[in-house]
T-cell receptor, first 117, second 117 residues
Framework: AQTVTQSQPEMSVQEAETVTLSCTYD???????LFWYKQPPSRQMILVIR??????QNATENRFSVNFQKAAKSFSLKISDSQLGDAAMYFC??????????????FGKGTKLTVNP | GAVVSQHPSWVICKSGTSVKIECRSL??????MFWYRQFPKQSLMLMAT?????????EQGVEKDKFLINHASLTLSTLTVTSAHPEDSSFYIC?????????????FGDGTRLSIL
């Protein structure tokens, strides 16, 4: 079974600074997707960024980028120029891309990010 | 705008009553939907996978007679918490898989806060 581990229960960053959230995963599959979701106090689940395992290039979305290390099974999220609105819980998630495989998302336990003004 | 609508957003009811939560995909047909439960300050826990036209697949430890799932159409899945008790109080979130495109992303509803008195 796949597992996702987020080893940082809480992180804090100064506004305008950069912060990196860690995520490792375990799988025996060769094709899969990795995601970072943001959950603000409103509890909506907002997709921040996604990475396809077969792509070597790291995904980027504006101020958000990932460092995907497939061999190490690591998938960290970097937030640049942090803003107050970035404060939220961040969840790393895994999903199989194997045809006929499980479609469910496997979530890590989350990292609570605080942005200090 | 939202592509998955979840209703109601908040419900308070007496112990022993049954509560139905709806999850609708608004601009795509969802053959697969997912139901999650989230306790305060914890991650999302998958309860079941809802498949249109067939029985739901429940995760280990989830009582299927307690949490009834019906996916009668390609745009609607319902979760009914039967004979609810205070320990069923939680935040319930649905997601729907968009079959369009290779990524087939999951879109989340805004969640339902269930409080059983």
């Amino acid at each position: 079974a796949q597992t996702v581990t987020q080893s940082q229960p809480e992180m804090s960053v100064q506004e305008a600074e950069t912060v990196t959230l860690s995520c490792t995963y375990d799988t025996s599959e060769s094709d899969y997707y990795l995601f970072w979701y943001k959950q603000p106090p409103s509890r909506q689940m907002i997709l921040v960024i996604r990475q396809e395992a077969y792509k070597q290039q790291n995904a980027t979305e504006n101020r958000f980028s990932v460092n995907f290390q497939k061999a190490a099974k690591s998938f960290s999220l970097k937030i640049s120029d942090s803003q107050l609105g970035d404060a939220a819980m961040y969840f790393c998630a895994y999903r199989s891309a194997i045809r006929g495989g499980s479609e469910k998302l496997v979530f890590g336990k989350g990292t609570k990010l605080t942005v200090n003004p | 705008g939202a592509v998955v609508s979840q209703h109601p957003s908040w419900v308070i009811c007496k112990s022993g009553t049954s509560v139905k939560i709806e999850c609708r995909s608004l601009d795509f047909q969802a053959t697969t939907m997912f139901w999650y439960r989230q306790f305060p300050k914890q991650s999302l826990m998958l309860m079941a996978t809802s498949n249109e036209g067939s029985k739901a697949t429940y995760e280990q430890g989830v009582e299927k007679d307690k949490f009834l799932i019906n996916h009668a159409s390609l745009t609607l899945s319902t979760l009914t918490v039967t004979s609810a008790h205070p320990e069923d109080s939680s935040f319930y979130i649905c997601s729907a898989r968009d079959p369009r495109g290779r990524n087939q992303p999951q879109h989340f509803g805004d969640g339902t806060r269930l409080s059983i008195l």
